[in-house]
């Protein structure tokens, strides 16, 4: 058996978890599946930076004329009953977080987003208490949980991205690879169960980058169903298509996972980080202030969502929309005029989405679920709208083609909070928050932080101040202005005021970087800030 050495102690009331959820048989599985995949994902990490460095010297991005898009005959695999009808799923669920876990296991969705990624810190103590809790779920044993998963809305189980390294576990001397323990740990304790239950297992899988990462997740699948002896194409798993260059390899993606397929799901703003992540040291790819003029009514986002609907329901596969970020005031009644304000914005933007032909979509508020339940009984007499064939032609211009429009110092204030916001949780361990009427989570930290770093590149003229121009020193006003109304307002210990200046001065080592990382998440995760803050045990106490 390879060597397995848990670096971490385990947290306070945890030590009998530890040991169960890393079992022996646990940590073999684990060190299995990394030895049978470690060249593959070496290779996957050469092909991005490859990847990256070519885009940055010669660019030139456009669809494939791939023997599988060539051919019109092929189909995904057909879905289990649960999985025809997935309107409504609860997005950003972090299963540490016990009360909100259980909530939504009572909640009437189809599905929730169990989430390891975009909504979750990966602390040790996290990432323990998520899996105990989805292994309680699964064997009936929740406390304020139904007694069968089957009676549950189905679990979107979903790992961290191929970014993330779990530096906690080390394998024959080289750290983990933060997807493959997530879903090592999660299949050895959970996919048999799962299975015999008709719910599983199935995944969200985040930030691809193209089909042959689509294709090594699918070697994953089969390798470990096999392992655990669960029949072949029981796993099911959608792709969140959150990078520009999974948007042109969208049928690869498909045909790569086909027997395992769950369709695939919008993720605008990730999305739009990545285009600036990929392009955006160049001006025509200068994105224009989000909450004034980046939205699913743009050309170059409609064309997106229209293109992942046509894409998926051509294959018989279903299309998932995007999560309503919106959420009610805390204890505030669903009945009230500010209440009826935000749920009639989430319900008019989602049916938009239904008319466009999604299959289903998130919210985050199980509050305004009776109502978004209420507009697919009047808007979707079917389980689903894959025979809702779309005829389009999109071209790469159309997905290129950046908005017109300028930056308000409103614009660059919200974003300049949001980022220094997530960081501050992050570091307190917690994996998204509220702001201004908003679940936020890393993949509105992500196009935030990326945004201030392109404006300061190019300096635009502000539209409410034509005068004056988005600058490192504008920046740096805009952060030190809302750092103090935060101490004031938020801070209630010294651990916390230390907590958000080092929150402060990471984001503002994130907006001047001239390099800066692709992923926040990355940076933080490997930020020695963090590991130190999270870090009770190292090797000498081994």
């Known amino acids: 058996m390879s060597e397995v050495i848990l670096l971490q102690s385990p947290p306070p009331k945890l030590e009998e978890v530890q040991k169960k959820i890393f079992s022996v048989g646990a940590l073999e599985f684990l060190a299995n599946l990394h030895k049978e995949f470690d ?11 490859k990847r990256s460095v070519e885009l940055h010297t010669s660019f030139k991005l456009d669809f494939k004329k791939s023997p599988e898009r060539l051919d019109r005959s092929w189909t995904i695999a057909p879905l289990p009953f649960r999985l025809q009808n997935r309107h409504l799923d609860l997005g950003d669920v972090s299963a540490s977080n016990t009360a909100h876990f259980e909530s939504a296991l009572n909640t009437n969705v189809q599905g929730i987003q169990v989430d390891f990624d975009d909504g979750h810190c990966p602390t040790w103590r996290n990432q323990l208490l998520a ?15 139904p007694l069968s998963i089957s009676t549950c809305p189905v679990l979107m189980l979903r790992p961290r991205a191929w970014n993330m390294i779990e530096h906690n576990i080390l394998i024959d001397g080289k750290e983990a690879i933060g997807p493959l323990v997530d879903f090592a740990i999660l299949m050895y304790h959970n996919a048999k169960k799962l299975y015999e239950a008709n719910s599983g297992p199935y995944f969200y899988l985040s930030k691809l980058e193209g089909a042959g990462e689509a294709k090594l997740w699918n070697n994953i699948f089969i390798w470990a169903q096999h392992q655990l002896g669960i029949p072949q194409g029981t796993i099911k798993a959608c792709v969140l298509i959150e990078n520009i260059i999974s948007t042109f390899e969208m ?3 498909l045909y790569a996972l086909r027997e395992h ?3 695939l799901n919008c993720g605008i703003w990730d999305y739009c980080a990545s285009i600036i992540s990929k392009f955006g040291s160049r001006r025509e790819f200068l994105l224009p202030d989000r909450n004034k003029y980046v939205n699913m009514d743009r050309h170059f986002l409609s064309s997106y969502m229209r293109l992942v609907i046509a894409t998926c329901h051509a294959r018989a596969a279903p299309a998932t929309g995007g999560m309503a970020a919106a959420t009610l005031r805390p204890g505030a009644d669903a009945a009230d005029k500010e209440s009826k304000e935000v749920i009639n914005k989430i319900l008019d933007a989602k049916l938009k989405e239904i008319e466009a032909g999604v299959d289903g979509f998130m919210v985050y508020d199980s509050r305004v679920v009776p109502h978004v339940n209420e507009l697919w009984n ?7 709208q894959i025979s809702k064939q779309l005829t389009v032609q999109i071209t790469a211009e159309d997905l290129l083609t950046i908005p017109s429009g300028g930056v308000t110092l409103q614009g660059l204030r919200h974003n300049v909070a949001v980022s220094i916001m997530f960081i501050y949780h992050w570091l307190a361990g917690i994996g998204h928050f509220f702001y201004n009427g908003n679940v936020e ?7 935030s932080r990326t945004q201030i770093w392109q404006w300061i590149r190019f300096a635009p003229f502000l539209e ?3 005068k004056k121009q988005v600058t490192a020193k504008l920046v740096e006003k805009a952060a030190a202005s809302f750092s103090a109304h935060a101490h004031k307002n ?17 984001s503002i080592e994130l907006f001047l970087a001239r390099n800066p990382p692709e992923f926040i998440t990355s940076y933080l995760n490997d930020n020695h800030k963090f590991r130190t803050l999270h870090n009770k045990a190292l090797l000498s106490n081994l």
């Open 39 to 49: 060249e593959d994902i070496d290779q996957l990490y050469k092909n991005r930076r």
């Open 131 to 145: 899996f105990q809790n989805i292994y309680l779920a699964v064997n009936g044993k929740l406390h304020g949980a």
């Open 251 to 253: 049928e690869e993606i």
């Open 261 to 263: 397929s769950l369709g």
């Open 378 to 384: 009047k808007n979707g007499s079917t389980p689903n």
């Open 441 to 447: 989570d890393s993949a509105t930290a992500e196009i």
């Open 464 to 466: 409410d101040d034509p």
């Open 490 to 506: 938020l801070c209630r210990s010294n651990a916390e005021r230390k907590r958000l200046t080092a929150a402060r001065y990471m």
